[in-house]
């Protein structure tokens, strides 16, 4: 049955014959949800929420007035073919965001688990969302940006196409991102910068004290040692070994756009 006995839809809103609703979620008034849209289990949509076709959405996601998802890629080359956007679980996008699908056909924009969206705001065609993020308010992610796990993006940040946030990076309100952004620090500055580990999300991450120190080693020898970057990576293996500092080695030598700086 598309539309689970336990799901409540509004009088006035207009759900396809073929969407799948599941248990216990609640469809707005004036809400639209087109052909080809599976929304999951204790979801909640509010007026005026429209979900175009081809997208996925996972259990107990909540969305606000004016969220429109599966929009058309903002995207010259787009042609019109099946494309997706695939939504986790948990999450809470608030008034006013756009997420586009994919450009390429069969292509997909992928939402993770446990974000929490402000308002105002787009993520385009073919980005990569992770899990337990924060996004705030009139921020715009541009198409193919990446963002890692339990990373921060404050107000107002634009993150340039093909552009990755590594895993707990803090970027500050009003932020140009136009390089790679490595894990585990703080930026700021118009166009983005280094400014020393993102404690606060570490601690609250319940990252351990020698794990914080072999950051602060990892960041100096990164940022502050004047070492080729290799050679600086190479340090950072060899002093400061941890499965956290690994991974900022790897996303470095990953970077395709090159890393911004302090």
Known sequence: ??????AYVAPTARVHPDAVIGPQTRVGEFVVVEQDVE???GCLLEPYVLVKRWTT???RNEFSAGVILGTDPLDKNFTGERSYLIIGSGNKIRE???ISRGTAPESKTIVGND????TSGHIAHNCIVGSNIVIASCSLLAGYAEVE????ISGGVVVHQFSKIGRLAMIAGNVRVNSDVPPYFMYSDFNIAAKGLNLVGLKRAGFKLAEVSALKTAYKLL???NLKLEEALARIEAEAPTPHTLHLTEFVRGSKRGICRE
Do not use: K
């Not at 049955?1 to 336990?6: A, H």
């Not at 974000?115 to 402000?118: A, K, L, Q, R, T």
């Not at 796990?149 to 921060?152: E, K, V």
């Open 57 to 59: 959405i996972g259990d």
């Open 1 to 6: 049955m598309p539309v689970d006995p336990s």
């Open 223 to 225: 940022f502050r040692s």
């Open 39 to 41: 929304i999951g289990a």
């Open 149 to 152: 796990d339990q990373a921060f």
């Open 115 to 118: 974000n929490f969206v402000m």
């Open 96 to 98: 006013h965001w756009t």
